[in-house]
Nanobody, 129 residues
Framework: QVQLVESGGGSVQAGVSLRLSCSYS????????VAWFRQAAGRVREGIAA????????HYAESVQGRFTISKGDAQNVVLLKMESLKSEDTAMYYC??????????????????????WGQGTQVTVSS
């Protein structure tokens, strides 16, 4: 069973930076993609950033392009999401998701929640203006 744990959320002022961490364990197989999703109150969950672990390639939604950076952490099985210039509209529950299938998926697919089998419980980010 793959377990994912998100951390780093909190309440911040607009304009500041925050870094989320996703720690995942895999006692079956290998994880090929990790992505971050977010869900604001009353809205559908959206994919915002994904990383292909084997080639360290990142893909972003337009809403966060240029402000958010997804990367591997220094520790094994950790993926980070650095969020800069936070806005009130970034307020949401942030989820980490992992994909155990090595099948190649395109950029837009990488931000589709249907492509991911394993999910964390989420960490809340609240940005006040």
């Amino acid at each position: 069973q793959v377990q994912l744990v998100e951390s780093g959320g909190g309440s911040v002022q607009a304009g500041v930076s925050l870094r989320l961490s996703c720690s995942y364990s895999a006692n079956i197989g290998r994880i090929w993609y990790v992505a971050w999703f977010r869900q604001a109150a009353g809205r559908v969950r959206e994919g915002i950033a994904a990383i292909t672990l084997s080639i360290n390639s990142a893909h972003y939604a337009e809403s966060v392009q240029g402000r958010f950076t997804i990367s591997k952490g220094d520790a094994q099985n950790v993926v980070l999401l650095k969020m800069e210039s936070l806005k009130s509209e970034d307020t949401a529950m942030y989820y980490c998701a992992a994909r155990g299938q090595p099948t190649y998926i395109t950029g837009s697919q990488k931000l589709n929640e249907k492509e991911y089998q394993y999910w964390g419980q989420g960490t809340q980010v609240t940005v006040s203006s």
